[in-house]
């Protein structure tokens, strides 16, 4: 059972670019998270969705930032006119439908680098 | 917000001690994850703990979560190298599903 895939692992863009990140979930997974991870700094909740549903988008900035997870393909973390300060690790975890509490799995990460 | 607060901050220890790594928060937690990440990787899910008291372990790994549910820890007996890496404790608010609050990280050297 393949895990939590990410692609790329290594992202470089020059300020004002666009950058767009990919995750896939585990198999039988319909719960996609993502989060950040600054230098020095720990993980910081960004945003939940669902298929095709955002639910919870409380961390994501309030500009720049959009993620989405269609019905078909991956999930998809958009950053637009990207800054110096984007520059950090995005991880995107999955977990399966769950009652009152859920285990999150992580993917390898991709790291972002703003130039 | 929920803060969880990791202590210590780093740990350097020789092979054969025993270790402790505290999570604590003034708020209550629906369940408790802790994860151990290797430089330039993501988390990798060891334990979740969900009821008040309860107590998992894993081979040398000892993780137990509070009464209250709002605090937890992890003790590692006769560490090895092996176990050198980032200990991340995090939990589940439970008012929002899914969004996990993570402490700043435990980082562990163990030296042969």
């Known amino acids: 059972n393949a895990g939590v895939m990410q692609n790329p692992r290594h992202l470089v863009r020059r300020r004002g670019q666009e950058a767009r990140l990919r995750c896939s979930p585990m198999k039988g997974h319909s719960h996609v998270y993502w989060y950040r991870q600054l230098p020095e700094e720990g993980l910081k909740f960004m945003v939940y969705?669902?298929?095709?549903?955002?639910?919870?988008e409380s961390g994501m900035p309030k500009e720049r930032f959009s993620a989405e997870f269609p019905k078909e393909g991956p999930s998809i973390l958009r950053i637009q006119q990207v800054v110096r300060g984007d520059s950090a690790a995005y991880f995107c975890?999955?977990?399966?439908?769950?009652?009152?509490?859920?285990?999150?799995?992580f993917g390898p990460g991709t790291r972002l680098t703003v130039t | 917000t929920q803060l969880l607060e990791q202590s210590p901050q780093f740990l350097s220890i020789q092979e054969g001690e025993n270790l402790t790594v505290y999570c604590n928060s003034s708020s209550v937690f629906s369940s408790l994850q802790w994860y151990r990440q290797e430089p330039g990787e993501g988390p990798v899910l060891l334990v979740t703990v969900v009821t008040g008291g309860e107590v998992k372990k894993l081979k040398r790994l000892t993780f137990q979560f509070g009464d209250a549910r709002k605090d937890s820890s992890l003790h590692i007996t006769a560490a090895q190298p092996g176990d050198t890496g980032l200990y991340l404790c995090?939990?589940?608010?439970?008012?929002?599903?899914?969004?996990?609050?993570f402490g700043q990280g435990t980082i562990l050297t163990v030296h042969p």
């Open positions: 969705l669902q298929k095709e549903n955002i639910i919870d």
């Open positions: 995090a939990g589940d608010g439970g008012t929002s599903y899914g969004k996990l609050t």
């Open positions: 975890a999955s977990s399966p439908p769950a009652g009152v509490w859920a285990e999150q799995y």
